[in-house]
């Protein structure tokens, strides 16, 4: 059974770029979640993929967008970065029963993160 | 608007002795609790959770309460260990979707 990985590890953009993280879920999940997590704070909820469609989204303006797979790989795609936007992004998968309703939050399991810093 | 509250930034134990962190959150809404746990360079690792209908909740040396009427919860570590030294986030999930709302943690650092 492998984990959650998160590819890259750390990348540097400058203001107004694009980037796009990536994410591959632990075997038999179905379900991505991205959180931002700033300096000194907790993660904060980006939004959440269910068979390929957004399945709830936290306060994030739309040029945070994402795409979830066939394989339950997912994409976190910042457009026009802010030096705010500097943190460390964590993705979770879940299993999520086909009702569209999940188990409580205990069955999210973090991938590791990747860093990213706006300059 | 912060609606899980973590107002321990930090907090130093010696090992053997108990571990006490705790947590305050403002939405009647949530109805299931966890923790987490995470060290450097690592994600948050799941470690303990309760259900609203509970008040206590307990796996080996990690239990949890929850006080609905005051909407707090705390995790207690008996007996602390040096590896139980990590960041300590509490969070609120939201039934509604899988939303799940973390506080701003709390450093532990169990001395040997």
């Known amino acids: 059974e492998t984990g959650v990985t998160q590819s890259p590890t750390h990348l540097i953009k400058t203001r107004g770029q694009q980037v796009t993280l990536r994410c591959s879920s632990q075997?038999?999940?179905?379900?991505v979640s991205w959180y931002q997590q700033a300096l000194g704070q907790g993660p904060q909820f980006i939004f959440q993929?269910?068979?390929?469609?957004?399945?709830g989204r936290g306060n994030f303006p739309p040029r945070f967008s994402g795409l979830q797979f066939p394989n339950y790989s997912s994409e976190l795609n910042v457009n026009a970065l802010e030096l705010d936007d500097s943190a460390l992004y964590l993705c979770a998968s879940s299993w999520v029963f086909p009702s569209g309703r999940g188990d409580a939050g205990d069955t999210q399991y973090f991938g590791p993160g990747t860093r990213l810093t706006v300059l | 608007d912060q609606q899980v509250k973590q107002n321990s930034p930090s907090l130093s134990v010696q090992e053997g002795r108990i571990s006490i962190l705790n947590c305050d959150y403002t939405n009647s809404m949530f109805d299931y609790f966890l923790w987490y746990k995470k060290y450097p360079a690592e994600g948050p690792t799941f470690l303990i959770s309760?259900?609203?209908?509970?008040d206590k909740n307990e796996d080996g040396r990690f239990t949890v309460f929850l006080n609905k009427s005051a909407k707090h919860l705390s995790l207690h570590i008996v007996p602390s260990q040096p590896g139980d030294s990590a960041v300590y986030f509490c969070a609120a999930y939201d039934r509604g979707y899988q939303k799940v709302t973390f506080g701003i943690g709390t450093k532990l650092q169990v001395i040997p």
């Open positions: 309760i259900s609203s209908i509970k």
């Open positions: 075997s038999g999940h179905n379900t």
């Open positions: 993929y269910y068979r390929e469609e957004e399945n």
